[in-house]
């Protein structure tokens, strides 16, 4: 069985210790770390998960270490757990979470040779749902990157990209569950604005979203398709999509996404 370390317990720790759970890993193999007593006590109850405080215990004899703690303390975690790992009888692999923290600076603050992988989560791996891009360090064997893979495909969907492409892939996969979470906001209250009890509005609204995002997944047909699809000639959804268009819905796409790729390299920077 692989012993599994989850460093720092916040929203993405738990959706991956939610995941594997949910996808029948021995919660007795996933050792998670807080520095908050009572947040490790809540996973503890809520999963069974090993709940610790010690970093540098909990990857002890660990075969994969996931880093879910924010940007700013990953260079931090990696030296207090570095000889830890180097006393492991099997070479264990780090998996960073973390937005804008690149492979080589990872490499640099592990003892030489250690085998980093860097991943591009999001939040909806809550509930089984992710989107994980990985990209691989140099040190990283085949069989370790499919063992990675495996782990994060049991909550959700996995693709290798380069190092070179995570910034669009932060614009368009980490952070766009939120745009869409502002979209189906705003479809509630036009919803409430044409009578519609907010809780009608809210319930077709997520309904809908989800439909259309099965559909989009399970027939794999281009999105304009299956607009047309729902455009009849001077139709009712014409009539709304052209108002969306006018109101310049697709140049904010265009311009969030640049936003939040430049955001990404700026933050990669300091
Ligand atoms: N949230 C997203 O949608 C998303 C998407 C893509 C990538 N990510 C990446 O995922 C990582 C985690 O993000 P998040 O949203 O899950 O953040 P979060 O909710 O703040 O979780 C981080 C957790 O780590 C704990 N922690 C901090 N330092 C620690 C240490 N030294 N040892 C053990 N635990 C420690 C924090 O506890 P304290 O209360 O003690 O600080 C907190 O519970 C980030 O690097 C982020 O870039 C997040």
Known sequence: MTNIAVIGGGQIGEALVSGLVAANTNPLNIRVTNRNEERGKELHKRYGIVNLTDNAQAVDEADVVFLCVKPKGILDVISEITA??????????????????????????ASAGLPVVRVMPNTPM???????????????????????????????????????????VTAMSGSSPAYLFLVTEALID????????????????????????????????EPAVLRAGVSSPAGTTVAAIRELEE?????????????????????GKQ
């Open 84 to 109: 830890t790992l180097d006393n492991n009888s099997a070479q264990s692999v780090i998996v960073s979470m973390a937005a804008g923290i690149s492979i080589g600076a990872m490499e640099e603050n």
């Open 247 to 267: 109101s310049g819905l697709r140049g904010a796409f265009y311009r969030a996404a640049q936003k939040c790729a430049e955001r990404s390299a700026e933050l």
């Open 190 to 221: 036009a919803g409430v604005n044409l009578g519609l009890s907010r809780a009608t509005a809210k319930e077709l609204a997520v309904a809908a979203f989800e439909g259309a995002a099965t559909m989009m997944q399970e027939t794999g047909t």
């Open 126 to 168: 809550l509930v089984r749902k992710g989107m994980s891009t990985v990209t691989p360090g140099r040190h990283v064997s085949k069989e370790q990157l499919e063992q990675v893979k495996e782990l994060l495909g049991t909550v959700g969907h996995v693709v290798e990209v380069a190092e070179s492409d995570l910034d669009a």
